[in-house]
């Protein structure tokens, strides 16, 4: 089994193992958080299922021309589906659609193996599938043809219709090693071993988030940023705390690129723009006015970026490079990046002021953080998890972002000095 890619995942891959070795199911269904590993594990159950190796102990070998071909996402009984366009749905496709859909990875598993073997489909973020789309799949989750197998990748199961789900056996992924995700960051090559070990707590055991971390600096320097602001924030008053938090959200877009599903989708069928400068450029704010924190994030280069951007005049506009993304959409995205960044400060201040220090998410906040933590009320602050928490909730619910971050805004612990 030289030819797996996973790390970490023990439970997951002893059952990857049984399936390659034994019978595989005709439907699995993997679920577990974004960033988390399904599609590497995906990828290692095809293998496994295609290799050629004479004994069955040894697949996937990593070394047979079919090993080669899934690792180069050139195998031809490998068929791999994930969402596409501005919106990053997994759409129904078939005839007449620009995009490639369900419909035709169906037509695709109707006709016979190019390699005589076994078939395997992946669909990546089965969860972005429509109703439309989910039904189209149905008959072939029902009744798939010979020697296929059909592997859903999905973040999460609730999307999926429970016809989908109730015919797919289950293996559900949870977070790795830190240990784990700094190897694979090692292997990579995108890390010197602080950063790996940063990015390992930071990405809560997500391998594919700790890539997209490493891959972005920019996103790293914006998360620093909002940090140092929220915690400034703690001794400001209620219009600079809005003023701030909502100058952050529109700096957030620089997030956008860490969402884009990591090394798993063909260079050539990646969603255009979504990481591209002229959007991040379009979507950052100027600092607000009188805030107390000084910089806020994103603050800082947008003069110098529009600047730029008012003399090139070769360069597409940004309502070029930007289509069918609504605002709303974007604004909520930014929001719940924010809203993610600010749970993990309040938990690591809460962590920091009941002396667990070595658990915090950011070690470099190591002082800042006891700093203001000292100065908080424990209460509120445990008040205010409940209530970030809750924030994505209502974020995924359509509730107005600005109105869930001035919420958090106003609700976010004051220090004692400022309180009164
Ligand atoms: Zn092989």
Redesign the pocket.
């Known amino acids: 089994m030289d030819?797996v890619r996973t790390k970490g995942h023990a439970a997951a891959l002893g059952a990857l193992t049984a399936m390659i070795r034994g019978r595989a199911p005709h439907a699995l269904l993997l679920v577990g958080p974004a960033g988390v590993g399904k599609t590497t594990l995906a990828r290692d159950l095809a293998?496994g299922l295609?290799?050629?190796?004479d004994d069955p102990t040894?697949?996937?070998?990593?070394?047979?021309?079919?090993?080669?071909l899934v690792a180069s996402g050139g195998h031809p009984d490998l068929h791999d589906l994930g969402p596409e366009g501005p919106g990053r749905q997994v759409v129904i496709g078939g005839p007449g659609s620009r995009a490639r859909g369900i419909r035709d990875l169906v037509s695709e598993l109707a006709l016979m193996p190019v390699e005589a073997g076994a078939r395997v489909a992946i669909i990546r973020s089965a969860e972005r599938m429509n109703d439309d789309a989910q039904a189209a799949l149905l008959k072939t989750l029902e009744e798939p043809p010979p020697g296929v197998t059909l592997i859903l990748c999905a973040d999460a199961e609730e999307p999926l219709l429970p016809t989908i789900r109730s015919r797919c056996s289950r293996v559900r992924l949870g977070p790795v090693g830190t240990r784990d995700v700094e190897a694979i960051l090692a292997e990579h090559g995108v890390a010197d071993p602080a950063l790996a070990a940063r990015l390992a707590r930071i990405s809560g055991g997500r391998p594919g988030r700790a890539l997209a971390w490493a891959n972005q600096p920019d996103a790293l320097r914006y998360r620093d940023e909002l940090t140092r602001v929220l915690l400034d924030l703690t001794s400001a008053r209620a219009s600079e705390r809005l003023a701030a938090v909502r100058s952050a959200a529109a700096g957030a877009s620089v997030l956008a690129a860490l969402d884009a599903p990591q090394g798993t989708a063909p260079e050539s069928t990646a969603a255009p723009a979504v990481s591209s400068r002229g959007r991040r450029r379009s979507s950052a704010a100027p600092p607000a006015e009188g805030s107390r924190s000084g910089t806020v994030p994103g603050g800082s280069e947008v003069s110098a970026d529009a600047g730029e951007g008012a003399a090139g005049d070769d360069e597409p506009t940004d309502d070029a490079i930007l289509p069918a993304r609504t605002p709303a959409a974007e604004r909520r995205s930014a929001a719940a990046a924010v809203v993610a960044i600010w749970s993990d400060v309040a938990r690591d201040l809460l962590l920091s002021q009941r002396g667990l220090a070595a658990s915090l998410r950011d070690p470099r906040l190591l002082e800042e953080a006891a700093g203001v933590g000292a100065r908080i009320d424990e209460a509120d602050l445990v008040a205010f998890i409940d209530r970030v928490g809750h924030a994505a909730v209502l974020l995924a619910a359509n509730v107005g972002p600005e109105l869930v971050l001035d919420d958090l805004a106003l609700a976010w612990p004051a220090t004692r000095s400022s309180a009164a």
């Open positions: 030819g293998a295609l290799c050629t190796a040894d697949r996937p070998c990593g070394s047979c021309r079919a090993c080669h």
